[in-house]
T-cell receptor, first 112, second 114 residues
Framework: DTGVSQDPRHKITKRGQNVTFRCDPI?????LYWYRQTLGQGPEFLTY????????KSRLLSDRFSAERPKGSFSTLEIQRTEQGDSAMYLC??????????FGDGTRLSIL | EDQVTQSPEALRLQEGESSSLNCSYT??????LFWYRQDPGKGPEFLFT???AGEEKEKERLKATLTKKESFLHITAPKPEDSATYLC???????????????FGKGTSLLVTP
């Protein structure tokens, strides 16, 4: 069963460094979403792609964050000049059209 | 202002003790209400989608219902393996929301003891 795959599962980095996460969606899904989840909270929406087009960005997505989905397949989320407040679980989800979103197991980011 | 509120925050049940989790929402233009289960260190796992008031969905010991203002997740005769955080989310259209993103509550942490 090929669900949503995220890599790495854990990332520890020093404040000020850049990090990049990868998400491989379910193959037939045309929509891909990024969320961020902190302890005790529900996931918060960051951005959304339909195929290769980034159609929506949350105000949570500061200028230090950038996401891409080249060729409408896998996606990357990059955080530049990481800050302590960026520590969170970064979740990727995919769906076909408006069908339910299916989530990966996330990348846990820890900023030292 | 929270658009999705879940209660209780935490719930401890004995095995076999049925109960309900609540999800209330304040959005208009609802395009779907979703229930997910999340185990520690894992991503949310999809359970149900409800679209209109009066709709019900069932899966094993779980039953989800929807009214115009809230949804309930009923757990009948729970087992320890039902222990998890249950998340509710809504998708809606508004002038400032395109209807693609899910808006989650904070979840209910359920512990079922033997």
């Amino acid at each position: 069963d090929t669900g949503v795959s995220q890599d790495p599962r854990h990332k520890i980095t020093k404040r000020g460094q850049n990090v990049t996460f990868r998400c491989d969606p379910i193959s037939e899904h045309n929509r891909l979403y990024w969320y961020r989840q902190t302890l005790g909270q529900g996931p918060e929406f960051l951005t959304y792609f339909q195929n290769e087009a980034q159609l929506e960005k949350s105000r949570l997505l500061s200028d230090r964050f950038s996401a891409e989905r080249p060729k409408g397949s896998f996606s990357t989320l990059e955080i530049q000049r990481t800050e302590q407040g960026d520590s969170a679980m970064y979740l990727c989800a995919s769906s076909f059209s408006f069908e339910p979103q299916h989530f990966g197991d996330g990348t846990r980011l820890s900023i030292l | 202002e929270d658009q999705v509120t879940q209660s209780p925050e935490a719930l401890r049940l004995q095995e076999g003790e049925s109960s309900s989790l609540n999800c209330s929402y304040t959005v208009s233009g609802l395009r779907g209400l979703f229930w997910y289960r999340q185990d520690p260190g894992k991503g949310p796992e999809f359970l149900f989608t409800l679209y209109s008031a009066g709709e019900e969905k069932e899966k094993e010991r779980l039953k989800a219902t929807l009214t115009k203002k809230e949804s309930f997740l009923h757990i009948t005769a729970p087992k320890p393996e039902d222990s998890a955080t249950y998340l509710c989310a809504v998708r809606y259209n508004s002038n400032s929301n395109s209807g693609y993103a899910l808006n989650f509550g904070k979840g209910t942490s359920l512990l079922v003891t033997p």
